[in-house]
Nanobody, 114 residues
Framework: QVQLVESGGGLVQAGGSLRLSCAVSGSTFSGYLMGWYRQAPGKQRELVARISREGTTVYADPVQGRFTISRDNAKKTVYLQMNSLKPEDTAVYYC??????WGWGQGTQVTVSS
């Protein structure tokens, strides 16, 4: 059974930074396209960044230029560096493969105050 453990969230002021981590266990990792998703209150979960097994990255427009996704295949971990945070980035952040076929972890809460 695949386990996803997200960490690194917290409360930060607008303009601040956070680095999220997601450790994967119970599955191979290096061959998967990985993504960071987020779900804000009352909204559907959305994909904000993805990274291929070779390291090619794609970002959703709202986070382009502010977020950076990376991965360490040896550690089976994916990261999300978030800079210049905005209140609208407030959400629970999750990682998963694409298209999200593993069970979801507990996520990590990110709250950005204005």
């Amino acid at each position: 059974q695949v386990q996803l453990v997200e960490s690194g969230g917290g409360l930060v002021q607008a303009g601040g930074s956070l680095r999220l981590s997601c450790a994967v266990s119970g599955s191979t990792f290096s061959g998967y396209l990985m993504g960071w998703y987020r779900q804000a209150p009352g909204k559907q979960r959305e994909l904000v960044a993805r990274i291929s097994r070779e390291g090619t990255t794609v970002y959703a427009d709202p986070v382009q230029g502010r977020f950076t996704i990376s991965r360490d295949n040896a550690k089976k971990t994916v990261y999300l560096q978030m800079n210049s945070l905005k209140p609208e980035d407030t959400a629970v952040y999750y990682c998963n493969n694409l298209p999200g076929t593993w069970g979801w972890g507990q996520g990590t809460q990110v709250t950005v105050s204005s």
